[in-house]
DNA sequence: TGTACAATCCCCCAAAAGGGGTATTTTTTG
DNA sequence: CAAAAAATACCCCTTTTGGGGGATTGTACA
């Protein structure tokens, strides 16, 4: 096989860098790229056979792109690169059916384990992940997710923001027991029950 | 003058590894560490001119270390180097008086002009940075985190996991009213009226 | 055209959090 | 040892949350 073609995808250039200086020897960086928009014009660029990809991207996150990725470039296989060892981060990406996901604070050599790994077809989960299983409702967190409303969603920020429900009612020119309902609605579909939980959830996911 | 000595402490191995490419052209970078616990014996070990600082390290944090740094070493020049712009954190690298502060996004030459400037005897922040001035109550943020007293941290932790003032009583066979006396403590230190702040607190301190 | 979903609003009630005090007992530390 | 700091506990009262219902009005979509 000829030497296969990496792309890198991560804003922080230090790390992206770094990542190509480590794995130069062994593989073709063809691009290097440090925002979620230029992720599909890189592909189309330039033949790749890898993509290590970051979740955390600017304009466009890594589970957005992924997506894409799989629908326009089918045979490149999606590496996650990522710090993040949340179990719905994993859940996601193995809903996604991304080919690997590894964490930052890896070795070289369990990086380009993981390459090699994928590049025979293989999926490769950092081992370090073991814990989290398939699970039966894997796309439980998906579906709760992406089922928060428009209105539900503005409302995470404000409760995030630190607003109470009457605030919250006074700026949306809303009942209050209208918020209230949007609050239970918001705590169910998320599996939780106070509002310290909505601010983790809303930190953890960026909302 | 000889190469400078640089010793690069982030708990990312990639990061880690990628930064000393990076650098070891232009310096000799005579120590990689990975664990806060590692970096005072790291400096003893291997005379070092320059140490690049994570603020986010396992077993002690990179705030705690600067100023082991500045007291044991004082001939050391300290650079963070991390991914956090939030403005607390530059006033308190200020107030410890570090020699720089760099972003994780910064380009391999930005990182050479940061170290360069710090090696002429100059104090060097990420451009991106200028925004934060050094307020007049710059140490506000630093007394009211640690004024904190070690039950009170315990019980930001319980908070933030989740737990009400009674299981948290419960769990510490107390009182509910010692819990709430600490919550009302607590908040009054650190200028907040609800959970939800205090979750936000806690994650951006990694309490 | 009808049904699913979003958005709005209401009732009741219990639990929890928040804000104002005060006070006693340990522990730490100069 | 004496003073300061930390940890413990209590009272009173208000506001906010949380949990259980149910209901109406649009609007999108198939």
Redesign the pocket.
């Known amino acids: 096989m000829l030497t296969p073609k990496l792309l890198i995808a991560d804003d922080h250039i230090l790390f992206n860098e770094g990542v190509r200086q480590l794995l130069s020897e062994k593989y073709e960086v063809v691009g290097q790229v440090y925002d979620g928009k230029d992720v599909l014009s890189a592909i189309h660029l330039k033949k790749t056979d890898v993509i290590l990809l970051d979740i955390n991207l600017p304009s466009i996150n890594g589970f957005d792109l992924a997506k894409e990725i799989k629908r326009a470039f089918d045979t490149v296989k999606i590496i996650f690169l990522s710090m993040y060892t949340e179990p719905r981060f994993i859940e996601q990406s193995k809903f996604l059916e991304v080919n690997g996901y590894l964490l930052k604070n890896s070795t070289k050599e369990e990086l380009i384990e993981g390459i090699e790994s994928v590049l025979r077809g293989e999926t490769y989960y950092d081992t370090k992940l073991q814990f989290t299983k398939i699970s039966l409702h894997h796309n439980d967190f998906f579906v709760k997710q992406y089922?928060l409303?428009?209105?539900?969603i503005e409302i995470v920020r404000m409760?995030k923001d630190g607003?109470?429900?009457?605030?919250i009612?006074e700026k949306?020119?809303?009942?209050?027991?209208?918020?209230?309902?949007?609050?239970?609605?918001i705590?169910?579909k998320l599996s939780?029950?106070?509002?310290?939980?909505?601010i983790k959830f809303a930190i953890e996911n960026n909302i």
């Open positions: 089922s409303t428009p209105r539900e409760i607003m109470s429900t009457s605030q009612a949306l020119f809303l009942g209050q027991e209208t918020v209230k309902t949007h609050r239970k609605n705590y169910y939780i029950t106070k509002s310290t939980e909505l």
